[in-house]
């Protein structure tokens, strides 16, 4: 025979959750929300993928990279998370030197790859500034926005 267990405390079961509401869309795009480190590996992978495109189908013309550079900006500000909003301008200038990588003149070695990097980041320093400068924008926009917000919903009078 078995021995009774004493009574003891009783375990509720774990409440249900439901799966998260999908993100809006806007106009029908995606609007999905990247964590600091997801916007920058975005930003970086797509950043070096273009640089790659670039150097295949215009030789290598940091023009067209620099054009390609600020829609990346815009939308890596516009898809991290408001919790990481201060990340985006951080990670978009190493985005674009990870993407000069396949960009930079390297014709023997480290060394000479190294230098045309950095000849490379000084010479489009203003299409770096450029796309910084309008992720920034982005992120103090929403940054105010979310403060406005809070700060609404904070002195509605209780209903």
């Known amino acids: 025979m078995r021995a009774?267990?004493?009574p003891g405390p009783q375990r509720r079961p774990a409440p249900v959750r439901s799966a998260p509401a999908p993100a809006p869309t806007v106009g029908g795009l995606p609007n999905p929300r990247l964590t600091g480190l997801g916007s920058g590996l975005f930003c970086a992978v797509v950043m070096f993928l273009l640089g790659a495109l670039c150097s295949a189908l215009f030789g290598a013309s940091l023009t067209a990279y620099g054009v390609l550079f600020l829609p990346v900006c815009?939308?890596?500000?516009?898809?991290?998370?408001?919790?990481?909003?201060m990340t985006a301008p951080v990670?978009?200038?190493i985005a674009f030197a990870v993407?000069?990588?396949?960009?930079?003149?390297?014709?023997g070695g480290t060394g000479s790859g190294l230098m045309g990097l950095l000849t490379a980041?000084?010479?489009?320093?203003?299409?770096?500034?450029?796309g910084t400068l309008i992720a920034g924008l982005i992120v103090i926009v929403r940054r105010i926005r979310l403060v406005?917000?809070?700060?609404?919903?904070?002195?509605?009078?209780?209903?």
């Open 121 to 130: 980041l000084a010479t489009q320093a203003g299409w770096l500034y450029g």
């Open 74 to 85: 815009a939308l890596t500000a516009l898809w991290v998370r408001r919790v990481d909003l």
């Open 148 to 159: 406005h917000r809070r700060r609404t919903a904070g002195a509605r009078p209780p209903v």
């Open 91 to 93: 990670v978009v200038p």
């Open 99 to 107: 993407g000069l990588l396949p960009l930079a003149d390297g014709e």
């Open 4 to 6: 009774a267990r004493p």
